[in-house]
């Protein structure tokens, strides 16, 4: 299995910034798809999920901010990111795993496949 994450990248507070993970040797279909990111001197913390059947799951410090959404067609998960706040910078890890419940979707140790991470910092 291979999650490759990509989109990071520096901007203001405020701009928006678009990831994306594509993954290859994945049944993506039945997969849960999921977001984390660690800040420098952090854990590594969930910010967003998409069970099988695309219900979504967010971190209180990002809903209405962030959108996460999958087209199993192209075996691709994205996160939307809108109004971002200097607090966002972090590097960006797409994650995958199967028959996750709903109440599991947030953590993190219940997650088999990670990708390499991509940065974003928001700054002025």
């Known amino acids: 299995v291979q999650l490759q994450a990509s989109g990071g990248g520096m901007v203001q507070p405020g701009d928006s910034l678009r990831l994306s993970c594509a993954a290859s040797?994945?049944?993506?279909?039945?997969?849960?798809m999921a977001w984390f990111r660690q800040a420098p001197g952090k854990e590594r913390e969930f910010v967003a999920g998409?069970?099988?059947?695309?219900?979504?799951v967010y971190a209180d410090s990002v809903k209405g901010r962030f959108t996460i959404s999958r087209d199993n067609a192209k075996n691709t998960v994205s996160l939307q990111m809108n109004s971002l706040k200097p607090e966002d910078t972090a590097i960006y890890y797409c994650?995958?795993?199967?028959?996750?419940?709903?109440?599991?979707?947030?953590?993190?140790?219940?997650?088999?496949?990670w990708g390499q991470g991509t940065q974003v910092t928001v700054s002025s």
């Open positions: 998409s069970r099988y059947n695309s219900n979504t």
């Open positions: 994650a995958a795993a199967y028959r996750l419940i709903a109440s599991s979707v947030g953590l993190r140790d219940h997650y088999t496949y």
């Open positions: 040797g994945l049944t993506f279909r039945s997969a849960t």
